[in-house]
Nanobody, 119 residues
């Protein structure tokens, strides 16, 4: 079982910044992509940002221009720099990693880290 280790959540005032990190284990399998999702109270889980092993990124419209996803491929680690945080960014943030195992994608999830933005 692949375990993802997340860190960096917390409480911050609106307009503030936080940086999340997530480390996936080094394995013999190819790590295709990593990303961050979030689930706010009463809402479904949604994609926040993702990055492929080639460096291609994707962002939810609601975070474009405020959040930046980056990765350190040598460490199998992904980061999410969150600036200009808003109360509506409050959610549990989950790290996601897709490995290619025997030519098939397998997705793994972290336990989640709470981000709370106060107004």
């Amino acid at each position: 079982q692949v375990q993802l280790v997340e860190s960096g959540g917390g409480l911050v005032q609106a307009g503030g910044s936080l940086r999340l990190s997530c480390a996936a284990p080094k394995t013999i399998f190819r790590l295709n992509a990593m990303g961050w999702y979030r689930r706010a109270p009463g809402k479904q889980r949604e994609l926040v940002a993702s990055i492929t092993s080639g460096g291609n990124t994707d962002y939810a419209d609601s975070v474009k221009g405020r959040f930046t996803i980056s990765s350190d491929n040598a460490k199998n680690t992904v980061y999410l720099q969150m600036n200009s945080l808003k109360p509506e960014d409050t959610a549990v943030y989950y790290c996601n990693a897709e490995f290619l195992i025997i030519s098939k994608p397998h997705t793994y999830w972290g336990m989640g880290t709470q981000v709370t933005v106060s107004s």
